[in-house]
Antibody, heavy 124, light 107 residues
């Protein structure tokens, strides 16, 4: 069974850091690009970051660029999101998701497997 | 950046109804579009990719169409388990935007 399980969320003060993890199982993790997508309370979905299957490329939303860093360890089937200098507006449920990586488009087949999400609350 | 606008934001429908949701792109995006379903407290679920290709395991009452700037998601006969929020997403240019969502509620 293809599965993603996030962890690392919690309550943190503004300006502090948090590291999210997402462990994959049931599929060939090193073959897929991995994404982080977030959802603020009562709001819609927002793409946060993506890392290529081999870690060679990383891209970020403007709202997190320079503060968040995505990385992966293919030997441990895990993708990370290091979040520094957190702001109140980063409060959200953070989902990791995978997408098949093909030349046709960045995520031609869509984000087809998602984790259950981990909640990050930034508040003083 | 490309922006996606969904309409309506909210719709009320009955079981058995045919439901259509529209997603408009601010510029042409070919067929690089996906549709997701999200239920409260749950992760999104991929329904359709490449604008019209049904994801494996998704019931055939769901269909997608469109190309360029206008896309539609149609549910041919609404079932009780279809009451949820639906999002479109552009798949080929950053920031990989999502539409604002359409909540389908019970009439």
């Amino acid at each position: 069974q293809e599965q993603l399980v996030e962890s690392g969320g919690g309550l943190v003060q503004p300006g502090r850091s948090l590291r999210l993890s997402c462990v994959a199982s049931g599929f060939s993790f090193s073959s897929y690009a991995m994404y982080w997508v977030r959802q603020a309370p009562g709001k819609g979905l927002e793409w946060v970051a993506v890392i290529w299957y081999d870690g060679s490329n990383k891209y970020y939303a403007d709202s997190v660029k320079g503060r968040f860093s995505i990385s992966r360890d293919n030997s441990k089937n895990t993708v990370f999101l290091q979040m520094n200098n957190l702001r109140v507006e980063d409060t959200a449920v953070y989902y990791c998701a995978r997408a098949d990586q093909v030349p046709a488009a960045i995520a031609y087949y869509g984000l087809d497997v998602w984790g259950q999400g981990t909640t990050v609350t930034v508040s003083s | 950046d490309i922006q996606l606008t969904q309409s309506p934001s909210f719709l009320s429908a009955s079981v058995g109804d045919r439901v259509t949701i529209t997603c408009r792109a601010s510029q042409g995006i070919n067929n690089f579009l996906a549709w997701y379903q999200q239920k409260p407290g749950k992760a999104p679920k991929l329904l359709i990719y490449a604008a019209s290709t049904l994801q494996s395991g998704v019931p055939s009452r769901f269909s997608g169409s469109g190309s360029g700037t206008e896309f539609t998601l149609t549910i041919s006969s609404l079932q009780p388990e279809d009451f949820a929020t639906y999002y479109c997403q552009h798949l080929n240019s950053f920031p990989l935007p999502f539409g604002g969502g359409t909540k389908v509620d019970i009439k």
